[in-house]
Nanobody, 124 residues
Framework: QVQLVESGGGSVQAGGSLRLSCAAS????????MGWFRQVPGKEREGVAA????????YYTTAVQGRFIISQNNAENTVYLQMDALKPEDTAMYYC?????????????????WGQGTQVTVSS
């Protein structure tokens, strides 16, 4: 059973940085796609970034390009989301997800496993 555990959320002022981590277990050695999503109350879950664990291809939503970087440490089965130049509109619950089959990277329906989420709050 795949398990995902996020950490690293918190409260920062606009312009600050945070680094989210997603520790994964249960799928070691497999080629999966790992994604970061975010959601605010009353809105749909939004794809932020994704990475293919084999090959390292990455994807970003336009709103975070140039500010966020997704990366992985395969030896530790951990995926990171480095978030710089944070803006108040980045405030959301951030979720890590894993997909066994590669479909639309930004579509939550493409992902099979989810973490519990970590809150990111950016104040102006």
């Amino acid at each position: 059973q795949v398990q995902l555990v996020e950490s690293g959320g918190g409260s920062v002022q606009a312009g600050g940085s945070l680094r989210l981590s997603c520790a994964a277990s249960g799928y070691t050695g497999a080629n999966v796609r790992m994604g970061w999503f975010r959601q605010v109350p009353g809105k749909e879950r939004e794809g932020v970034a994704a990475i293919n664990t084999s090959g390292g291809g990455t994807y970003y939503t336009t709103a975070v390009q140039g500010r966020f970087i997704i990366s992985q440490n395969n030896a530790e089965n951990t995926v990171y989301l480095q978030m710089d130049a944070l803006k108040p509109e980045d405030t959301a619950m951030y979720y890590c997800a894993a997909a066994r089959f590669f479909q639309f990277w930004y579509d939550p329906k493409s992902y099979n496993y989810w973490g519990q989420g970590t809150q990111v709050t950016v104040s102006s």
